[in-house]
């Protein structure tokens, strides 16, 4: 639940950014526990957090995990944010890449996210691959589309910190659809002529 909005907010704009096939919690295939590493998830109702094609290449189906984490928690305070981004990227594929792999035939990428803000080697790919097909896709600037990405991912982990914080309220906030947004919200600057 915590990362419900995170998750939410990514698979909305890898439909923007023309991917197609976004799911959100898909179930994957039955698997042998036994075909695979101890640590591996072989549960049966597996589910992994989004699964879109088009992202890395046009029939790829790439899966994505989201972990929020917190920094600043007991077991975190030792840790540098480069070994914490590190171990729980390693976490996560060690539990889903090589079912992805094998099973699934896609390929896998987890999400990391820290609740002050920052992304992981791997999440901060996925978002620069999205960002750049969004303004290949709405012919934006990238820099501006990159800033509205990460403002965006800002006020989601700001829900989920909120949400952990004092709980749900039951109120449900819908995305806005960005395919009016103008990205570039300053106009450009000219001089009067006298």
């Known amino acids: 639940m915590r990362h419900d909005s995170l998750r939410d907010t990514m698979a909305n704009m890898m439909r923007e950014a023309g991917c197609s ?14 075909d695979f590493q101890s640590r591996s998830n072989t549960a ?15 029939f790829e189906r790439t899966f994505f995990d989201v972990r929020v984490s917190h ?19 390693a ?9 992805v792999l094998q099973v699934e035939k896609g390929s896998f990428q987890p999400l990391v996210f ?3 803000g920052g992304t992981g080697p791997s999440c ?3 978002i ?20 509205f990405v990460r403002t965006r991912l800002r006020f989601a982990m ?19 659809h960005i395919g009016s947004v103008a990205f570039n919200l300053i106009p450009s600057w000219q001089p009067y002529d006298c």
């Open 21 to 34: 096939d976004v799911r959100t919690e898909p179930a994957l295939l039955p698997v042998n526990p036994n």
């Open 44 to 58: 049966e109702g597996a589910r992994l957090d989004i699964s879109v094609r088009g992202l890395q290449s046009a």
């Open 71 to 89: 920094p600043f928690a007991a077991s975190n305070v030792t840790v540098s944010l480069k070994a914490l981004y590190e171990r729980n990227e």
């Open 91 to 99: 976490e996560k594929n060690t539990l889903y890449k090589d079912r």
């Open 114 to 116: 820290l609740t002050t």
């Open 124 to 126: 901060t790919k996925v």
């Open 128 to 147: 620069k691959r999205m960002a750049g097909k969004i303004a290949a896709k709405k012919g934006e600037n990238y820099s501006h589309v990159m800033d």
């Open 158 to 176: 700001l829900r989920s910190v909120l949400i952990g914080v004092r709980g749900s309220r039951g109120k449900i906030i819908k995305e806005p």
